[in-house]
């Protein structure tokens, strides 16, 4: 008896974990918003730029505890998706530079972190939680949302990002 | 007056002044008949001619909630809380609030009016919901009366998850009353972005609506656990900041 109530709890865990790294579809039939910033170092980018590649758009900011637990998987998740033509785009949400870069001397990021001080692509990709993701696919279209901080290095998703990568 | 009869003095009078403000803003609870329920309010009584009357779901129980509430009774302005969920037997979530009927609310409203008092409405969140569907109702079935305003803290009133490159959809009762409203929206949150979009909806039926933006805080910042500095200060001063949110308010009736 209680090791079935054991593996019973166990499985309801393991369900909680799945569905927490769930990616919800995009089923909405909209283009995808314009998003061109420029990054910490003074970089240029534009998200037209990135066709042929699977991009992860994230919307995050510092004083966000998730956003700030997640991004060592996202260094995590860069070198996980191995040849398949990647980016992440992080979009701070109307913080200073100083701040910023306050944060990536700690937390040490190893992917672009591009700045909105004005906040106009938050309003344009109608961002109302921090983090929020979405997944962008080689032809430029948004393909799944996810909201809220997951674990980005696991099996689950790089499976799936790579997935969307060869279709 | 000798130094015996001094002493004797300011100990009768400070307990007598003790004794006359535990009364005062003693917490008495009122049940009244709202539709086919009951609702209990935690009544912080006030001698002044404002009363607010605030949509906390989880009862109030937040400890900030009320000492805010109690520090605003102490400054002459009544504060109502009323139980909502318990009245309705409904659990602590979300989900919870479309089950709270607008027959319930418009009650709570009218029972306030009856004080004779100005009546101002307070909630956050997507309680703010709330507000917006007992006003709406209340000002049409009050065509003659209005009420003072609301103040809509850190509203969530999107229809449904917002979509990129689209405009946002809110609750049908969003843009319904002509209740005069201030948002409130912390610096520290993405929903700051989307405050002007959310004030042209709630003036589609004439409510004069002003937003402000509160330095360093995020959402919620009276709710957090993990409240930074810069929250912990404005928690401290909650009564304060919504004197001033009544004070915007008041000025708008004044230039009405």
Known sequence: MIKSLFLIALSFCLTLNAQAANLKPFTANTPTPALKLTDLHGKHHDLKDYKGKVVLVQFWATYCGPCKKEMPSMNKMRSKMGDTPFKILAVDMGETEAEVKQFVKEVKPEFSILMDESGQSINDWQVFAAPSNFIIDPAGNIRYTLFGGVEWDSDELINKLKALAIN | MNLKTLITFLVVSTVATLSNTS????????????????????????????????????????????????????????????????????????????????????????????????????????????????????????????????????????????????????????????????????????????????????????????????????GYFFKRLDANRSEDVVTSQMAGLIKVSLFYLQENNTHD
């Open chain 2, 23 to 218: 009364l005062l803003f003693a917490n008495e609870v009122k049940t009244i008949e709202a539709g086919d329920t009951e609702i209990d309010i935690r009544i912080f009584p006030a001698t002044g001619n404002t009363l607010l009357l605030g949509f906390p779901c989880d009862e109030g129980k937040s400890i900030a909630e009320e000492k805010t509430a109690r520090s605003l009774a102490e400054d002459g302005i009544e504060v109502w809380m009323p139980d909502m969920l318990s009245g309705f037997m409904l659990p602590k979530v979300r989900s919870s609030l479309s089950n709270i009927t607008t027959d319930a609310l418009t009650a709570l409203i009218d029972e306030a009016t009856k004080t004779g008092k100005k009546v101002y409405l307070i909630a956050s969140g997507p309680d703010t919901e709330l507000v917006l569907r007992g006003a709406s109702n209340w000002e049409t079935l009050n065509k003659n009366s209005s009420l003072a305003g609301a103040v809509l803290m850190f509203p969530r009133l999107f229809k449904d998850t917002p979509v990129p490159g689209k405009k946002p959809e809110y609750k049908t009762v969003v843009g319904e009353t002509k209740l005069p409203i201030l948002l409130l929206e912390g610096e520290r949150t993405p929903n700051r972005w989307g405050i002007n979009s959310l004030s042209h909806e709630l003036q589609k039926n004439g409510s004069p609506v002003k937003s402000k933006i509160i330095p360093n805080v995020r």
